[in-house]
């Protein structure tokens, strides 16, 4: 609690303490949440997703698609194991994690086709056919 609230916090004047910062919970050491990076390329006929995600397999991962949604689902899990003598060393780590992004236009979620190598998610989804950019003469 000492990390949330520092000790004698509370014990100044009501006008000392203006000058004195109020706890902070991103202080207190709290778990930090692991979200991909994502990067949405909107291309003239379709728009791009890309994703890193290290240590995650393909049958961890989930993509769903609506109009103009873009959900990413995975998890994670990983053991380390090393025994040599009297030394035993063990670490597991596991993680789950879902991202959801509004596309910028609407798509065509039937003809999208998704790619995933060394780590990296790449979506390529046709936009819906009122949603193609057009480009207008002008007088």
Not at 19 to 30: E, H, Y
């Given at each position: ?24 919970l991103f ?37 769903t698609l ?74």
């Amino acid at each position: 609690m000492e990390q949330v609230f520092p000790a004698g916090w509370l014990e100044h004047e009501p006008w000392t303490m203006m000058r004195r910062p109020w706890p902070s919970l991103f202080r207190a050491g709290l778990p930090s949440v692991r979200v991909p990076k994502v990067d949405v390329i909107d291309r003239a006929d379709e728009v791009v997703v890309k994703a890193e995600l290290p240590g995650v397999t393909k049958d961890n991962l989930e993509v769903t698609l609506g109009e103009d949604m873009f959900t990413l689902r995975a998890s994670s899990q990983s053991e380390t194991k090393e025994e040599k003598g009297q030394y035993f060393y063990r670490e597991m780590s596991r993680g789950e994690f879902s991202r959801s992004l509004r596309l910028p236009c609407a798509v065509d979620a039937d003809k999208a086709k998704a790619s995933f190598k060394d780590g990296i998610l790449e979506v390529v989804i046709p936009k819906a056919a009122g949603s193609k950019r057009q480009s207008i003469r002008i007088d």
